[in-house]
């Protein structure tokens, strides 16, 4: 009897660290910008703007915007100020075929921070994931110019600011 108190007592005590580790990492994911499906933190740069793209791959304008998005943003005023990041949110799988332009399935943490309410939905945001710029629906090469030109002087007078 003695035996099997001490068996359950050690699976308490299991169970309830186990508890307490999910309610850390849970916590920990509110440190990471961008998460992966397996809490996994997205690896973002530190000197470049991000493009955040939520997009899902039965979303035609989704798919339509996707090329867009990438001959914009290999332009010369573009390709060394800017860092794509594509979160697909109808796919535990994502398309990592380009490395300039990843996509990652999405977490549900991501939707905390940067609330999509219809695909395609864009962010730019810095390094520190400030949002500088949301962009709602698909974009033309020349809307998405535009919202890039924004984010870079919307970012230097962040920085004018802090020096």
Request: with cysteine; aromatic share 12%; net charge positive.
């Amino acid at each position: 009897m003695i035996r099997f108190f001490l068996i359950l007592v050690v699976f308490a005590f299991i169970g309830l660290s186990c508890q307490k580790e999910e309610k850390a990492e849970k916590k920990d994911l509110h440190k990471y910008i961008l998460v992966d499906k397996n809490s996994n933190p997205i690896p973002l740069p530190e000197d470049k703007l991000i493009v955040v793209n939520f997009l899902a791959y039965s979303c035609s304008s989704c798919m339509k915007e996707l090329p867009i998005i990438k001959k914009v943003l290999r332009e010369k005023g573009f390709r060394e100020k800017f860092k794509f990041i594509g979160i697909v949110i109808d796919s535990d799988k994502g398309d990592f075929s380009d490395p300039d332009f990843p996509i990652y399935p999405g977490h549900k943490q991501n939707f905390v921070r940067f609330p999509v309410p219809g695909t395609p939905t864009t962010y730019i945001i810095t390094p520190k994931g400030k949002k500088l710029v949301i962009i709602y629906g698909a974009v033309t090469e020349e809307n998405l110019r535009k919202f890039l030109n924004q984010a870079i002087d919307k970012a230097k007078r962040l920085s004018a600011k802090k020096g």
